[in-house]
């Protein structure tokens, strides 16, 4: 018996059940955001209409509703990632604005010239283009640990030639955008952590996805978003351990994240009310701790088998009508994202014609250029999956594929 029925999630989302160019709407784009089920809608619906007030501060106790509906959420988020203490975990926008603060308020007052950053050729430009700033602001140089020429995997057998006694920083993603491989990022943290180097894991694709746990990774920082775990977009997480958020400057001065203000200086607030500078966006943040719980109840390990399913018959299928497809070939290395090319369709030509008939996959370079360029490619083709896909929406890919080779051979 399967442990998760797709037919079942997807009576959860509303969206699923409306068409595109009048056809069923077959989307195989969660990788860019995943879609949003009814329970998360609902309780942030319920939260505007039952619990809205700002949040650490009111007095009355509507306030304490909105406070403790914004906390909870926090808790969610922090059980999510085995975090032990919910006040590690910062409300952020997301990944994005996570890893920037890691960069302006430890990266800037810990790294220096001369200093190395290492990143790895699959980084999505969010864990890439901070490090590069950072290094023309310092005079730190970027290093990049490369892939195999075979299977697109982390050269991990290079990292004693990558990590040097200058190693100040490592940025690396636990799962890629791209190739959907799960990365052996602890090799890296025990690499950098023996140099003195700190460690900054960027999961975006892999909390959706993957179950881990920050300490086994033994991460100093790591970076999630909401909008690609079944939760609203602007919301996002960065945990970091609490002895680094606490020895770090703020990264937004304002209200909220300060304890006590004279004209011409201030002390912080305790940590994380510190990163918290303003207004946060609170429905967000409760609509988040409300998606955790509904893949919780869904259960992890349910949504990874059923995405080692559809990634293996999608990767048989596309191989069979002769695509090539990016990274390893066994889906259980890398479950929910299949990046291919058909030799004779343009990616981009291949998007627009399979949107005809209803299918949302994504085409272009996936805000990874270093990458695209190891793979001698100026693009790729992405289809990708989450808990409500089905087989038969690979299938409806697949068709639909077959139509966009006919206009071109
Ligand atoms: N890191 C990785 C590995 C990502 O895949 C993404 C977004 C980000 C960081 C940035 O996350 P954000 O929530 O701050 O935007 N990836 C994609 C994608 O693959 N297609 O659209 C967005």
Partial sequence: MPRLDPEVVRKDFPILHTEAHGKPLVYLDSAATSQKPRQVIDRMVRFYEEENANVHRGIYELGEKATAAYEGAREACARWIGARDASSIVFTRGTTESINLVRYSWARANVREGDEILVTETEHHSNLIPWQLLAQETGATLRALPIS??????RVDLLGEYVTDRTKLAAVQLKSNVLGTVNPVRAISDAVHAVGGRVVIDAAQAAPHVAFDVNDLDADFLAYSSHKMCGPTGAGVLYGRKDLLHEMPPFHGGGEMIREVWIDRATWAEVPHKFEAGTPNVAQAVGMGAAVEYLEGIGLDAIHDHEVEL???????????????????????????????????????????????????????????PLMRTLGVPATARASFYLYNTKAEVDSLMEALDKAKGWFI
Avoid: K
Avoid at 149 to 154: A, G, I, K
């Fill in 149 to 154: 020429p075979d299977d697109h995997t982390w």
């Fill in 311 to 369: 990634t293996a018959y999608a990767i048989e299928r596309l191989l069979a009508i002769g695509a090539t497809v990016y990274g390893p070939h066994d889906a259980a290395a890398r479950p929910g994202v299949v990046s291919f090319n058909l030799p004779e369709v343009h990616p981009h030509d291949m998007a627009t014609i399979v949107d005809q008939e209803g299918v949302c996959i994504r085409a272009g370079h996936h805000c990874a250029q």
